[in-house]
């Protein structure tokens, strides 16, 4: 009798072991806010936009007047996600990471480039450089 005791404490450490370990490693990766619900929250709600870029922001915006740094003074709020990009007008590029995304829209010969990268900081998604050249 003692030894199917000993036996069922066992098994039943090992279950609730088991199953502790599985929920707290799904707790970890459920932390990360998720992309595709960040991007469109991001394009669509300015204040939420704001929130998610730290200024000065990483990169340049670059005209025919020279370079300037980006503010929240002269920040573009973005509406338009890659996805939704006229590719008849625009050559659009996109790399998805686990951490990071970029996206690039340029028409050729012009003078027009733009570039946007996005990266996970303490599990939530953040605008971290962005390259506007319009010659």
Request: hydrophobic content about 40%; overall charge neutral.
């Amino acid at each position: 009798m003692r030894k199917h005791k000993i036996v069922f404490v066992f098994v039943v450490f090992a279950m609730i072991t088991f199953l502790w370990s599985g929920c707290s490693t799904q707790r970890i990766f459920s932390r990360t806010e998720s992309f595709e619900s960040f991007y469109q929250k991001f394009h669509n709600d300015t204040a939420f936009q704001h929130s998610r870029i730290h200024f000065p922001l990483q990169g340049k915006k670059v005209d025919s007047t020279g370079e300037q740094d980006w503010t929240l003074q002269n920040w573009t709020t973005l509406t338009i996600p890659v996805f939704e990009v006229d590719t008849s007008v625009f050559n659009v590029s996109y790399d998805q990471q686990p951490r990071s995304f970029t996206q690039k829209s340029w028409i050729d010969n012009s003078g027009f480039s733009v570039e946007f990268r996005f990266e996970v900081i303490k599990r939530k998604w953040f605008l971290v450089f962005a390259e506007e050249v319009n010659l």
